[in-house]
């Protein structure tokens, strides 16, 4: 059973640039949610994803976008990067099928520079 | 404002001993607490969580306690373990619409344990 998965595993960018992160759920799961990490610090929560479309959103500007397909995977996409949105990214997964409160399960990260 | 609390950055345990992981938090609407661990280079990884309406939850090793009148929950892990040494994250969600929720983390504690 494959767990979350997120590629690239790093990338380096330029200030200004765009980039695009992907996630493939657990699994099972049909809710994305997307964190931001940054060093030192713990996640923060950027949106979720259920449906296809934007379900929660955090404190994060428009810059930051997604987007989920109809096989639960996901996009984050960060526009005019910031030296700022150097982080570690990461996605997790979780399933509202049986409307209970789940867990949320992680995948590596994406580990993004920006210069 | 960190409504999730991590006071103690690093704690050192000799194998064998209890390690004692805590948490603190603000907000009255959390009722769903987690218990993460991360390595390096890896996503946090789940290891127990605790509903509002418990006060304790038992895995193996791993106890976690709530105490809602005073807004701490704690992690016990016994007996301590070298691939215990990690950074553990306590994260909390409030009700969604029943829903899986947003996870508000705490900035983590690094146990390390000496063999």
């Known amino acids: 059973d494959a767990g979350v998965t997120q590629s690239p595993t790093h990338l380096i960018k330029t200030r200004g640039q765009q980039v695009t992160l992907r996630c493939s759920p657990k699994s099972g799961h049909d809710t994305v949610s997307w964190y931001q990490q940054a060093l030192g610090q713990g996640p923060q929560f950027i949106f979720q994803y259920y449906e296809e479309e934007e379900r929660q959103r955090g404190n994060f500007p428009d810059r930051f976008s997604g987007h989920q397909f109809p096989n639960y995977s996901s996009e984050l996409n960060v526009n005019a990067l910031l030296l700022g949105d150097s982080a570690l990214y990461l996605c997790?997964?979780?399933?509202?099928?049986?409307?209970?409160?789940?867990?949320?399960?992680f995948g590596p990260g994406t580990r993004l520079l920006v210069l | 404002d960190q409504q999730v609390k991590q006071n103690s950055p690093s704690l050192s345990v000799q194998e064998g001993r209890i390690s004692i992981l805590n948490c603190d938090y603000t907000n009255s609407m959390f009722d769903y607490f987690l218990w993460y661990k991360k390595y390096p280079a890896e996503g946090p990884t789940f290891l127990i969580s605790i509903s509002s309406i418990k006060d304790k939850n038992e895995d193996g090793r791993f106890t976690v306690f709530l105490n809602k009148s005073a807004k701490h929950l704690s992690l016990h892990i016994v007996p301590s373990q070298p691939g215990d040494s990690a950074v553990y994250f306590c994260?909390?969600?409030?009700?969604?619409?029943?829903?899986?929720?947003?996870?508000?983390f705490g900035t983590g504690t690094l146990l390390a344990v000496q063999p």
């Open positions: 994260a909390a969600s409030a009700r969604y619409g029943g829903a899986t929720n947003k996870l508000i």
């Open positions: 997790a997964s979780s399933t509202r099928a049986t409307r209970r409160r789940e867990t949320q399960y």
